[in-house]
């Protein structure tokens, strides 16, 4: 695919300071929150697992150094039909977002579709060294064959490119403190990230607070969704999106990255953004376990100093956010 692609001069980044409360305090504002919704929670801050193992997979050992999130494009570029020039630079709009030193990038978007030759989910899991030499440990999920087979792939590693949406956490992948989240057995009506963030927002109120990591299904089902490919006709109303996503019930072990924030400060931001991978086939949008019994989630979060806009629709809606 030809580099006329790549739309990575004059995009617009926008930047704003969160509130930082320390680990210690959102320990406490998210056991309370998540103990209104699970049996069984429990909240702690402590260095984070080397997440490079491979029952995390990804491609650096923590969440600390510079801890920022990113937000580029957004759904409003799918509609009504798709502007399929938007491919950012992974590389370029990190670097320029975090200047010199390593990065480590976690969080889900949209999946380059040349590469595909059809729209799909990215599961990204990159980082870029001193030299800005590409790890990658992203994937893309795909809505394949008559069947609608769901189909997980890797993106190579010289590849550098995602499309339309995307939401990172960023960091230098350091070791470091984060909070360590598990909750087993749902017994509230929320979905997992939608209890921390509302529990967040509830107690901060005005003051925008940004997270981001892993978290991990260990056991259960989740009802995740995966973009077909771009839809031929135009798209302009919520029931058009539900009819054109194709919905599936993974299996337990999912590996989800992505962002929260609880707030959109006025950059269009969207507030909680979760995809995951598995080590079979499965790959997708988290929206809520199916499971309730016997889901177990465990989390890997860490807090983030500021946010960075990168390319903000103009013309922006509300369709298509959870
Ligand atoms: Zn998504």
Known sequence: MSQSHLQTDGLLFEEKPLHVPTLSELKKVIQGALNGNFASVHVSVGPCPDLKDSQFGLVKSGLGGKPTLLEAGGPPYLRPLVQREKLYNLKEITRKAQGPGQIFAVGPGAGPWPIRHSNCEGIFNFSLNEKDELKQGSYTATVRGDQEECVLERIPENEPRCALILNLFLSEGKPGDVLRISAKQRTGEENFVD?????????????????????????????????????????????????????????????????????????????????????????????????????????????AERVIRVDRPVVTDQLGRD
């Not at 529990?199 to 940004?210: A, F, I, M, P, S």
């Not at 978290?215 to 973009?227: D, N, P, S, T």
Request: with cysteine; proline share 3%; aromatic share 12%.
């Open 195 to 303: 209890c921390i963030r509302k529990g967040l927002e509830q107690h901060y109120g005005d003051k925008v607070v940004g997270l981001g990591g892993i978290f991990v299904v260990r056991k259960g089902c989740v009802h995740q969704h995966v973009m077909r490919d771009f839809s031929k006709t135009p798209i302009h109303t919520q029931e058009q999106i539900q009819q054109w996503l194709k919905f599936y019930e993974m299996p337990a072990q999912l590996n989800a990255v992505g962002t929260l924030v609880t707030k959109d400060m006025g950059l269009d931001l969207r507030l909680q953004h979760f995809h995951s991978f598995s080590f079979e086939n499965w790959g997708g949008h988290y929206h809520y376990d199916t499971t309730p019994d016997v889901v177990e989630y465990e989390a890997y979060l860490n807090v």
